[in-house]
């Protein structure tokens, strides 16, 4: 799978207590609380940001780096995310519901209970990262690569990743309905953990 990277021809060092979000390369926090609030945040990058203090409203986010970023809870129902790299962060209960995300990927993340319930992702790229107890809820998935990691203890319902290989990630105490998971390929040590969907219990 190919992912599209962040298209970023140009930055300058920016404060995000001064300056617009476009086309900045932003680290650390600035010194108060900040509202970002019906925008788009283009083209910029960001090291080592706490998003705790920064509240952000009805906003797409565009061609983004975060590295080592705090962006839990921080809620981006029903827009745009593309070419947007989260490397090292944390999306803790981060919600997603209904957006559009494309060419983005996460890897070494920290995305415990984020919610993906009725996204549409295409290609989308998810490594070794904690995943678990996520919401994917009649969620959209074409060109979806999950490797490493865990998305244990979610819950997966009317979501078809058939074609997908999760061999590699942990998958223990998943909620899910059979449909789901048809078509889905698995390490043969993994297969305990969907028997129960079927109500056959292994021997030991």
């Given amino acids: 799978m190919k992912i599209q990277k962040p298209k970023i021809t140009y930055?300058?060092?920016?404060?995000?207590?001064?300056?617009?979000?476009?086309q900045k390369e932003f680290e650390g926090n600035g010194k108060r609380d900040i509202e970002v609030k019906s925008t788009t945040v283009d083209s910029c990058i960001f090291h080592d940001v706490d998003f705790s203090k920064i509240k952000m409203e009805d906003v797409d986010v565009l061609d983004c780096i975060f590295e080592k970023c705090d962006l839990s809870n921080q809620?981006?129902?029903?827009?745009?995310?593309?070419?947007?790299?989260?490397?090292?962060?944390?999306?803790?209960?981060?919600s997603f519901i209904n957006a559009a995300i494309k060419d983005v990927s996460f890897?070494?993340?920290?995305?415990?209970?984020?919610?993906?319930?009725?996204?549409?992702?295409?290609?989308?790229?998810?490594?070794?990262?904690?995943?678990?107890?996520?919401?994917?809820?009649?969620?959209?998935?074409?060109?979806?690569e999950i490797s490493g990691g865990t998305i244990a203890e979610s819950e997966i319902y009317q979501t078809v990743m058939a074609g997908m290989d999760l061999s590699t990630t942990s998958i223990e105490g998943l909620s899910v309905d059979l449909d789901s998971v048809k078509g889905i390929t698995i390490d043969p040590l993994q297969a305990t953990d969907l028997l129960g969907l079927l109500r056959i219990k292994v021997k030991r």
């Fill in 107 to 144: 890897t070494d993340c920290m995305a415990r209970y984020i919610n993906l319930a009725n996204a549409s992702l295409q290609n989308v790229e998810i490594r070794n990262s904690d995943f678990s107890k996520m919401s994917l809820l009649n969620t959209e998935m074409k060109s979806v």
């Fill in 75 to 94: 809620v981006f129902d029903g827009h745009i995310v593309r070419r947007v790299k989260f490397k090292e962060c944390k999306l803790v209960g981060t």
């Fill in 11 to 22: 930055i300058e060092k920016g404060r995000l207590d001064e300056d617009e979000l476009f």
